[in-house]
């Protein structure tokens, strides 16, 4: 489970902190990392909402991190969105995807307390 590893790593979590999130011990951790065990699917479940990929990305069956969208599977807000965003310069995308990853974070940390 290398692609565990390599989100851990990337979002600057330690095993002990992904082992309390998931309520596990770090020495599953550790196990699923090198994979020694696959997570549970409650784990998994948890592993997509902290790293915000796709379960498939998660085991290894996809290299696509999210799920494709289509057009046609967007409620219209979200079509709006998407206009937006395309209507915004390179640094315009920047500070709106920081912004938005920060207020997901905040979120998290929120639901944790």
Same mark, same amino acid.
């Given at each position: 489970?290398?692609?565990? *590893?390599? @989100?851990?790593?990337?979002?600057? !979590?330690?095993? %002990?902190?992904?082992?309390?999130? +998931?309520?596990? $011990?770090q020495?599953?951790?550790?196990?699923?990392?090198?994979g020694?065990?696959?997570?549970?699917? *409650?784990? @998994?479940?948890?592993?997509?909402? !902290?790293?915000? %990929?796709?379960?498939?990305?998660? +085991?290894?069956l $996809?290299?696509?991190?999210?799920?494709?969208?289509?057009?046609?599977?967007?409620?219209?807000?979200?079509?709006?969105?998407?206009?937006?965003?395309?209507?915004?310069?390179?640094?315009?995308?920047?500070? +709106?995807?920081?912004?938005?990853?920060?207020?997901?974070?905040?979120?998290?940390?929120?639901?944790?307390?």
């Open positions: 489970m290398n692609r565990i *590893k390599e @989100l851990r790593i990337e979002k600057h !979590i330690t095993q %002990v902190r992904l082992s309390i999130d +998931l309520e596990v $011990s020495e599953a951790i550790s196990a699923y990392e090198v020694k065990h696959y997570p549970s699917a *409650k784990s @998994l479940i948890k592993l997509r909402e !902290i790293f915000n %990929v796709s379960i498939d990305y998660i +085991l290894g $996809s290299d696509q991190r999210c799920p494709v969208v289509r057009a046609d599977d967007l409620k219209p807000e979200e079509a709006d969105i998407v206009q937006a965003y395309r209507r915004l310069d390179d640094a315009g995308r920047e500070r +709106l995807l920081s912004y938005m990853q920060g207020y997901l974070d905040a979120r998290q940390e929120n639901k944790k307390q």
